[in-house]
């Protein structure tokens, strides 16, 4: 069974950076496109970030754009979110997620559903105080 598995949360103040990673495992896929999901209580998920490992091409939500940098790491299964700037906004659950499809199917401009995604990791708090 496909397993994600995400680290680096934590707390920073509004202006900080912080670094998500997710390591993806026991998958036979040799495509796919790997996410970053976000949920705040009470609100529906949101999609952040993502990248097609088929072509490296990325794709982010306008909330996030040009502060927030998703990429391939080392090894083919490892990905990272670079989330610079952090905003008390940007506080939430990040998940990280995974499909074996090409990004550009799933998401629509700079939207995508949760739906679209059939694989999440366990999630990762983020807290950026003011």
């Known amino acids: 069974q496909v397993q994600l598995m995400e680290s680096g949360g934590g707390s920073v103040k509004a202006g900080g950076s912080l670094t998500l990673a997710c390591v993806i495992s026991?998958?036979?896929?040799?495509?796919?496109?790997m996410g970053w999901f976000r949920q705040v209580v009470g609100k529906e998920r949101e999609g952040v970030a993502a990248?097609?490992?088929?072509?490296?091409?990325?794709y982010y939500a306008d909330s996030v754009k040009g502060r927030f940098t998703i990429s391939q790491h080392n090894a083919q299964n490892a990905f990272r979110l670079q989330m610079n700037s952090l905003k008390t906004e940007d506080t939430a659950v990040y998940y990280c997620v995974a499909e074996p499809r090409d990004c550009q199917d799933l998401w629509v401009g700079s939207q995508v559903h949760p739906w679209e995604y059939n694989y999440w990791g366990q999630g990762t708090q983020v807290t950026v105080s003011s």
């Open positions: 990248i097609y490992t088929g072509r490296g091409s990325t």
């Open positions: 026991r998958y036979s896929w040799r495509r796919y496109c």
